[in-house]
């Protein structure tokens, strides 16, 4: 089981909004770490697409973006494509033990 | 152009060690706030992260395997290496190593994030 808690899946049609929350606790998102998230298309490597909860590496369509507060983050997608069909991974940090990152357990976006 | 390639044997006995190389271009383990990090993902499965050493030589664990792994680096081959002891089948999927680094804006900077990956090892324990 997963530090942090998403959403099996979620779907939405061609040209619609979705949303994807990131539930943590006060030992990861709460207690100030930055939530990071990761894209991964069927059969291929993970690729950054929101770093420091809100911001967008070179190259990311500004379809997607992100947002934080308090124990949880959340992604949204506007103007959902067929290509953005793919597996949503959140990250962050967390302090039980020691200090040490953590990933969301996945969350499977279909485009219907 | 930054790259990042795992290697290592693709099956594995139980109990066996195995010993995973990271081999990168385009940056340095030597300077800088970076670091490597290993991931993995069971077939089907949500990604896990591993392990992750810094350029200082920090290094920190996932609590739940810290028994089970090494990380280490060597800057001259510019290369991080994995060992895993004891393999079960249960750590049967892909290993993906990523680099780590910490984006800055505005005097502002975020909690380290993987911005580059490798194209992944499979590894099979059976």
Not at chain 1, 6 to 34: E, H, K, L, M, W
Request: proline content about 5%.
């Amino acid at each position: 089981q997963s530090v942090l808690t998403q959403p099996p899946s979620v779907s939405g049609a061609p040209g619609q909004r979705v949303t994807i929350s990131c539930t943590g606790s006060n030992s990861n998102i709460g207690a100030g770490f930055d939530v990071h998230w990761y894209q991964q298309i069927p059969g291929t490597t993970p690729k950054l697409l929101i770093y420091g909860n809100t911001n967008r590496p070179s190259g990311v369509p500004d379809r997607f973006s992100g947002s934080k507060s308090g124990t949880s983050a959340s992604l949204a997608i506007t103007g959902l494509q067929a290509e953005d069909e793919a597996d949503y991974y959140c990250q962050s940090y967390d302090t039980i033990l020691s200090a040490h990152v953590v990933f969301g357990g996945g969350t499977k976006l279909t485009v219907l | 152009q930054i790259t990042l390639k795992e290697s290592g044997p693709t099956l594995v006995k139980p109990t066996q060690t195995v010993t995973l190389t990271c081999t990168f271009s385009g940056f340095s383990l030597r300077t800088g706030v970076v670091g490597v990090g290993w991931i993995r993902q069971p077939p089907g499965k949500a990604l896990e992260w591993l392990a992750l050493i810094y350029w200082n030589d920090d290094k920190r664990y996932s609590p739940s395997l810290k028994s089970k792994l090494t990380i280490t680096k060597d800057t001259s081959k510019n290369q991080v290496v994995l060992t895993m002891t004891n393999m079960d089948p249960v750590d049967t999927g892909t290993y993906y190593c990523a680099r780590m680094r910490r984006y800055c804006s505005g005097g502002t900077c975020y909690s380290d994030a993987f911005d580059i990956w490798g194209q992944g090892t499979m590894v099979i324990v059976s």
